[in-house]
């Protein structure tokens, strides 16, 4: 199960609807930043407080908008993305959208505590997709309980886990490095492009290991099936 999940999160990088969906991560994520950066030339204070407290919250949003839209891909259910999905979830629920935000900012600082691993980045956004996946699984189940979803491990193991993250880091800077030469090799004509090109890769990759905790939670959800 181990490789097999592997395996499974890194070919979700094949999908196109990976990077569209890390574009609109990256838009809700700086999108508050921009705004706060605005006010905070009129307004220091509140532009500094705005971005303290409230940037945290809008991006755990975008992570659970991120998950929510990549869900089919990441359960390995289907290679299409469900665009409306996570949007129709904010219309009709937006407090639980909201209540599940504050649930992964209070997680993620509680993490930042833990010695070592606290200064792990990867491993705050595995926790902030790990919590995105379950609610998913909640909402498919409610929706299908047919789904058996109480015959899987939620939680892997933590040797497994710490397996994911260095295989996922090890490909994130394999990843990192060869966009560092093309953008090199191409010279400062294509600087602009490679920008673009960056910015959502760089969203991308450090969902490798949730794109992996996914594969890892499909194929069981497949095998209990």
Do not use: R
């Not at 490789?3 to 609807?17: M, P």
């Not at 990192?176 to 969203?203: R, S, W």
Request: hydrophobic share 60%.
């Amino acid at each position: 199960m181990f490789w097999s999940a592997i395996v499974g999160g890194l070919k979700v990088l094949t999908f196109w609807e990976v990077y569209v969906a890390a574009l609109i991560f990256t838009i809700i994520l700086i999108g508050p930043m921009f705004i706060f950066g605005l006010i905070g030339e009129k307004n220091e204070a509140v532009g500094c407080l705005g971005s303290m407290l409230i940037a945290p919250v809008f991006q755990a949003l975008a992570t659970i908008i991120f998950v929510f839209t990549l869900f089919p891909i990441l359960l390995e259910f289907s290679s299409d993305a469900a665009w409306l999905f996570p949007w129709k979830i904010l219309l009709s629920s937006p407090w639980s959208m909201i209540k599940a935000s504050f649930i992964i900012v209070f997680v993620t600082i509680a993490l930042a505590f833990i010695p070592f691993l606290g200064q792990i980045q990867s491993l705050q956004t595995f926790a902030s997709g790990a919590i995105s996946l379950v609610m998913v699984l909640g909402i498919l189940h409610s929706a299908y309980p047919n789904i058996p979803v109480e015959k899987i491990q939620i939680i892997p193991g933590f040797l497994t886990i710490i397996g994911f993250l260095v295989i996922a880091g090890v490909v994130s800077w394999a990843s990192t490095m060869l966009v560092a030469l093309i953008a090199t090799a191409l010279g400062d004509k294509a600087e602009d492009y490679m920008m673009l090109i960056a910015i959502p890769l760089e969203g991308v990759l450090g969902f490798i290991p949730v794109f992996i905790y996914g594969a890892y939670i499909g194929q069981q959800l497949m095998h209990a099936m």
